[in-house]
């Protein structure tokens, strides 16, 4: 296994690191052939617990596949890591802090970003942005 030719030179080496969507983590077979390669950490594209919001911003998962894709990572014995995103107007977080509450056995941390406004020069869609930090998903403060 490439993790265990790895640790060889490094023996503080623990495991890799994969990013993936809750749907495709749940696709049959998956989570169980990443954890034989060595992963022992899944960054989970969360962004927010809210069906609505998700919908809006085309994610390719609904909140029905959260406590699926924890459970299976809890028994292959994978640690997961939301990544989160703050900032989506009228947005209730709620349903994303009771996640992480009801999976802190496998959540050591969480990766949280901020809404930002990005430019794209091949939309018709007007951007929000004000300033810098409007643009700036690592930017708490925004206009």
Do not use: W
């Not at 009228?90 to 990766?111: C, F, G, S, V, W």
């Amino acid at each position: 296994m490439l993790r265990d030719r790895i640790s060889h030179y490094n023996p503080d080496f623990y495991g890799f690191t994969v990013q993936t969507t809750p749907s495709l983590g749940l696709r049959n077979g998956f989570l169980e052939e990443i954890a034989m390669l060595g992963v022992k950490y899944i960054e989970l594209g969360v962004e927010i617990v809210d069906d609505k919001i998700l919908e809006i911003f085309n994610k390719p998962y609904r909140t029905k596949h959260l406590n699926p894709v924890c459970d299976k990572a809890r028994n292959l014995g994978l640690k997961i890591i939301p990544n989160l995103i703050m900032g989506f107007p009228n947005a209730d977080y709620r349903k994303t802090i009771e996640l992480i509450r009801d999976n802190q056995d496998i959540i050591p941390m969480a990766n949280i970003y901020f809404l930002a406004d990005y430019e794209d020069k091949n939309s018709d869609l007007p951007t929000t942005a004000k300033n810098e930090n409007d643009r700036n998903e690592n930017k708490m403060e925004k206009s």
